[in-house]
């Protein structure tokens, strides 16, 4: 299939123009100690800019031995507070047009059934994917972009399907089981479909994580509502419906899912899920809908979460652990799940938590004491305990929500620090609108999540807070 076929246009009409020469090699995911800066940088700027301490000068003409940053020229204001490279309405829509080209795998775009490429679109030597995270996450991007740009082009549209529909076609377990039909958490790329045995990165062979299933089964719902099209709402009321059936009390040392799950015997292992709110906004959903027999499950969930998960982030935050599909302490906490869930107390509010403010601000304390850092003079936020790199799908989440909290509170101090951390985020972009995972990687491409579906979204709602951020270089 070509490309034009697949968005439906004539074979005359090129979906850009001439295609743009890309170059570079993905880089993994290889923890902060390798992360590298541009050898660009001299030795006296770097140690400058990398001082929390001290403030940063406003950057004079480029010159030779300027501070750079993903082949960028670092650029700060007068206060030492970050600017973008460009504006972030044309890197977004460079970005969103450059994914358009991807080739097709078996009828699906490649950042669809691969999760590592480099800038040309070409799979790395790890075979290794995330299709429920990479795909969820990619489905609210790119709904959210689409409504952002007034939902006129239907190629983001057509994307956010075919993410659903290789969700639905190629990324679940066999149906039997305690987890029957559920989407994969991890899987290996050329796969069609995942079979049986699908597990990678630290899943085993038959597990799944219940909360990339919830994820999954929310997005489709999403999409449900965008196309009309029931085969993404009836998977999302099944996903649902597996939910419930194996749903637990929680209690102070165990959350209502296990972490990962044997499908073949329902075998659990890591005593917590940290990211749970995706199945507290899939019950909401549905029971909007008229769904009612998810409402005590639904009940019961928001109980544990309210009563202790939330109160643990004032602690030491031990039922924030576990979350990334590479990692299987059970120790290491976080910083996508809280913030996951102090997004959705900043959206319903009072509609769903009478304390949304203070507990909205237990969650985002709890991040940024733990789980922020200082790059380049900017406050940017890390991963989990267990990997210290501002990746760009968590420090772009980290950025969207202190947006979000910061309008609802009226902090301008927040409101720069945000704006600061989703600038950096938007340096990993160049010319051409490819992206990067890290900023500080010298390659194109890497993880595909963290290069581009799980942070589209999260410039959408700081935009959605801060209009004016979208189209200003100051």
């Known amino acids: 299939m070509s490309l034009n076929s697949f968005f439906g246009l004539s074979a005359r009409r090129p979906l850009f123009g001439s295609d743009q020469a ?16 541009s050898r660009a940088i001299c030795a006296s700027a770097l140690a400058l800019l990398a001082s929390a301490a001290s403030p940063i000068p406003a950057l004079a003409a480029a010159t030779a031995d300027a501070p750079r940053l993903a082949g960028h020229e670092l650029r700060f204001d007068a206060a030492g507070n970050l600017l973008p490279w460009i504006d972030w309405n044309t890197a977004l829509d460079r970005e969103m047009r450059f994914y358009e080209t991807a080739p097709l795998d078996h009828g699906y775009p490649v950042f669809v059934t691969t999760t590592f490429l480099d800038g040309n679109w070409k ?27 007034g939902k006129h082009n239907p190629r983001t549209l057509a994307i956010a399907r075919a993410m659903g529909d290789y969700l639905i076609e190629q990324d679940l377990t066999p149906a039997s089981g305690p987890y029957p039909r559920f989407p994969h958490s991890t899987g290996r790329r050329q796969h069609f479909p995942q079979p049986a045995d699908s597990g990678s990165q630290n899943d085993r062979p038959y597990e799944i994580q219940p909360d990339k299933g919830a994820l999954a089964g929310y997005a489709l719902l999403r999409l449900y509502d965008a196309t009309g099209e029931k085969k993404y709402l009836d998977m999302s009321r099944h996903i649902a419906d597996v939910l419930a059936k ?36 899939l019950y909401d959903e549905l029971v909007a809908r008229g769904d009612i027999q998810f409402k005590p499950k639904r009940d019961a969930l928001w109980r544990w979460i309210k009563q202790t998960q939330i109160p643990s982030a004032a602690g ?30 900043l959206e319903k509010r009072s509609a769903l938590d009478p304390d949304w403010r203070a507990d909205a601000k237990t ?27 501002a990746w760009g799908g968590v420090n ?74 979208a189209a200003s270089m100051r």
């Open 22 to 37: 890309v170059a570079g090699r993905v880089s993994q995911r290889l923890g902060s100690a390798r992360a590298q800066v």
């Open 123 to 149: 799979p790395t030597e790890r075979d290794d994917t995330i299709p429920a995270t990479q795909n969820a996450a990619g489905i609210l991007s790119y709904l959210k972009f689409y409504a952002l740009r």
């Open 246 to 281: 194996n749903q637990i009390d929680g209690d102070a040392t165990h959350s209502p899912w296990p972490f990962r799950v044997d499908t073949r015997n329902g075998e659990a292992r890591g005593p917590v899920s940290g990211n749970l709110v995706f199945a507290l906004r």
């Open 316 to 345: 030491n935050g031990a039922l924030f652990a576990q979350f990334f599909e590479d990692h299987d302490n059970p120790a290491n906490r976080t910083a996508w799940a809280p913030l996951s869930l102090a997004r959705y107390l």
């Open 363 to 389: 969650l985002i304390d709890f991040v940024r004491r733990d789980m922020t850092h200082v790059e380049f003079g900017v406050r940017v936020c890390h991963e989990q305990d267990e990997d210290h790199d």
């Open 396 to 469: 772009s989440t980290y950025g969207a929500v202190l947006a979000m909290y910061a309008k609802a509170t009226g902090s301008s101090e927040l409101a720069r620090e945000a704006r600061a951390a989703l600038n950096f985020a938007a340096y990993a972009i160049d010319e051409q609108g490819r992206a990067r995972d890290l900023p500080t990687h010298a390659e194109l491409g890497g993880w595909q999540e963290d290069a581009h579906t799980d942070v589209i979204h999260n410039f959408v709602d700081a935009i959605e807070a801060y209009p004016d951020w």
